[in-house]
């Protein structure tokens, strides 16, 4: 900690929280004007300690060249939080833009009390964003959105009306009058989503979506790693949320053009590869390794014993045939399949118990009535967020 700080709110506090790292943030909600880390946060409602001056919900913005949208994003924010009754912080993070987007956010935490600036040292992309201002954000509720303006932030309030009466853990918006291309945008999303629905077991009408409320819990157990922002319904499925959709306005790009193309459809695939992979044997890898190397093993056993059988019985020359290939590189993949099961176990079990990472989820726990020596009864009931 430096010996001396400028006083809250100055601009040269300011430009000192601009220049910090990326992991840390200027939060005037905790009066003192300091940089704290980003798993701050997280880590006091991990552990249940309420944080003096928590904010009820957190809206979490990533951005990237959104100059011309960002004044008029944060007027839109200021607009549709402001009259509800929960408290609430901004916290829009900038992902490395090589416009006037920093200087803006610069100029704005000075204005805006309720805005916390993350500015990150290069362009990582969504999903480091998005991971980046949920380890900042301190809310007991998140909502996500983009800063290009097409999500409506005057829908805010109804995805967390929704969250509440359907006590759900998670809400994803529906754009169900979405404004985009209909060949380059909209087919290629409704493919990609019934294709992630059947794949995931998570039905939903918009995966693409980014408005989304989130409860605090739910996100302290998510990871993201690559891109898999886009499969948030699904890891939050794996982690057994309850998740509920709500249909939203969607408006046409105002300012600048999509960072995204048809391109994305490859690795949308590979992403879901992965998120199929985590949901079916995330902590049993053996089980699918070990199905394709008993496999393997069987049908490369099998062909030599056949050709053994030639061999001996009839006397035919196997040295030349492919089918002896065949049964060797299988015997041999079949062997590499089972390893790899084995490291997957071993690498399963270092994941979860360096991390004290439990392979289950409680919702609550709930005890019975107790009888004491006098033959009164006393009910204890323990329990956990959802």
């Not at 990237?64 to 924010?77: D, G, V």
């Not at 992979?277 to 890898?285: A, D, E, G, N």
């Not at 290939?325 to 071993?346: D, R, Y």
């Not at 392979?359 to 959802?386: E, K, M, N, Q």
């Amino acid at each position: 900690m430096a010996e001396s700080a400028a006083p809250p709110g100055s601009a040269a506090a300011a430009r000192a929280a601009a220049d910090a790292p990326e992991s840390a943030v200027r939060d005037p909600a905790d009066g003192d004007g300091l940089a704290r880390g980003p798993a701050a946060g997280i880590a006091s409602s991990k552990q249940g300690v309420e944080e003096p001056g928590r904010p009820d919900l957190s809206v979490v913005v990533p951005l990237y060249n959104e100059e011309a949208s960002l004044p008029h994003l944060i007027e839109q924010l200021l607009g549709a939080l402001r009259p509800l009754p929960q408290s609430f912080e901004l916290v829009l993070v900038d992902d490395g833009s090589r416009d006037g987007t920093p200087a803006l956010l610069r100029d704005q935490a000075e204005r805006v009390p309720e805005l916390v600036a993350v500015l990150l040292r290069r362009n990582y992309g969504q999903t480091a964003a998005m991971a980046a201002g949920f380890d900042v954000s301190r809310g007991a509720v998140i909502v996500t959105l983009d800063g290009d303006l097409q999500n409506d932030p005057a829908d805010i309030p109804l995805l967390l009306r929704r969250l509440e009466e359907g006590s759900l853990d998670l809400v994803s918006g529906w754009r169900h009058q979405r404004q985009d291309a209909a060949l380059s945008r909209l087919l290629p999303s409704l493919l990609a989503n019934r294709l992630i629905g059947s794949v995931t077991g998570v039905k939903l009408h918009d995966y693409g979506c980014s408005l989304k409320a989130y409860r605090r819990e739910l996100v302290s157990d998510l990871n993201l790693y690559g891109e898999l922002h886009r499969f948030l319904p699904a890891l939050a499925f794996i982690e057994g949320a309850r998740i509920g959709e709500i249909q939203v306005n969607h408006h046409p790009r105002r300012y600048g053009k999509s960072k995204y193309g048809i391109d994305r459809t490859f690795r949308v695939l590979m992403d879901l590869l992965t998120i199929w992979f985590m949901k079916r044997f995330l902590t049993r890898p053996m089980h699918g390794f070990g199905f394709l190397g008993l496999l393997c093993l069987g049908f490369g056993l099998a062909t030599a014993l056949w050709l053994v059988g030639e061999k001996l019985l009839l006397g035919s020359d196997i040295g030349n045939r492919p089918l002896l290939l065949m049964a060797v590189l299988s015997i041999l993949s079949g062997v590499q399949l089972f390893c790899f099961g084995l490291l997957g176990e071993l690498q399963m079990r270092t994941y979860h118990e360096s991390q004290g990472r439990p392979i289950y989820r409680v919702r609550a726990t709930l005890r019975g009535r107790h009888t004491s020596g006098d033959g009164s009864t006393t009910a204890t009931a323990a329990v956990l967020p959802r």
